[in-house]
């Protein structure tokens, strides 16, 4: 690892948050943290010393600027900062506090002490460097929504999957809420190891959630099994591209839980979603974001017929 690290500091117009997180991917940034205050939007994200130099800032500087020209957004103000490597592994950590989602949960940061007699079920978090710490619009509708689909039954006998995990949150939320077993992918290594690090932290059994670093391709096992429920918060675009690999892996009574969808994209989603023999049964919104609480179709939707 390098031992110094550029925090970019990116202020925005909250609707170019989705565009951004996608800049920053390709760009090799290693951890990201969002503060969110109504339209306004700050991103803070951490590339390697090494892998930024100057024809990398105009490079960025230009791509977030014609980004929001298009979107016809005011451009974003982008403030660079050179920090210690120690620094960056946990700068971004006083920006967070405890939060409280739908009705029954409080995300707690994993390393502050746990206050006593408390009303709410504390789920554990230390994100490091992967996307999900329950700040996020779209991993609270995810986790409200599976608060109404699993409730606190230990009686469930629910498999599900969670597509692109990041931290873990929603798997193990989904776990806490009793279902029977969550595998939970990512092709980020460094979200695997997350993962792994917040499963223990709410000492949840290995044996109940199955972290693999992969694709829902990878997941032959799966393909013989079924799921009942399928857990998504990435971006609409990947979810587009995935949903014909969701019968491989779904039975008759299969639902799904999709998020991380702009509002603007949110028929694209649905349209190939029922072209695929699926039902968009809700949609929830927050702000710009929401979330499609699906199922599948008993049969064939006409072609004139909208589920939205």
Not at 122 to 148: N, R, V
């Amino acid at each position: 690892m390098s031992d110094s690290w550029w925090e970019m500091r990116i202020f925005c117009d909250s609707f170019q948050e989705e565009s951004i997180y996608w800049r920053l991917e390709t760009w090799g940034s290693r951890g990201t943290a969002t503060e969110v205050k109504g339209k306004n939007c700050l991103i803070r994200a951490y590339i390697p010393e090494a892998e930024a130099q100057l024809s990398k800032f105009k490079e960025i500087d230009r791509a977030l600027h014609l980004d929001a020209v298009e979107l016809e957004l005011d451009p974003p103000e982008i403030l660079w900062k050179l920090i210690e490597e120690e620094d960056w592994a946990s700068s971004w950590k006083q920006y967070w506090e405890p939060t409280e989602i739908g009705d029954r949960f409080l995300i707690y940061p994993g390393w502050l002490s746990v206050p006593k007699n408390l009303e709410r079920s504390i789920l554990l978090l230390d994100p490091g460097a992967a996307f999900g710490t329950g700040t996020h619009p779209t991993t609270q509708l995810c986790i409200e929504s599976l608060e109404m689909r699993l409730g606190f039954s230990q009686t469930n006998k629910d498999v599900l999957v969670d597509v692109g995990c990041g931290s873990g949150i929603l798997s193990v939320a989904a776990l806490l809420l009793g279902a029977k077993h969550v595998y939970s992918l990512d092709v980020d290594p460094l979200a695997v190891s997350s993962a792994a690090e917040n499963r223990g932290l709410n000492s949840i059994n290995p044996e109940k959630m199955t972290i693999i670093e992969g694709t829902l391709e990878d997941l032959t096992e799966l393909k013989q099994q079924k799921v009942d429920g399928i857990i998504c918060n990435i971006l609409a675009e990947p979810i587009v591209e995935m949903i014909p690999q969701f019968n491989a892996i779904a039975n008759a009574n299969t639902w799904g839980v999709l998020s991380g969808i702009l509002l603007d994209k949110a028929k694209r989603v649905a349209d190939a979603l029922e072209s695929n023999g699926w039902i968009v049964a809700t949609l929830w919104k927050r702000g710009e974001w929401c979330c499609l609480n699906i199922r599948r179709a008993d049969k064939p939707i006409a072609k004139n017929q909208k589920s939205i």
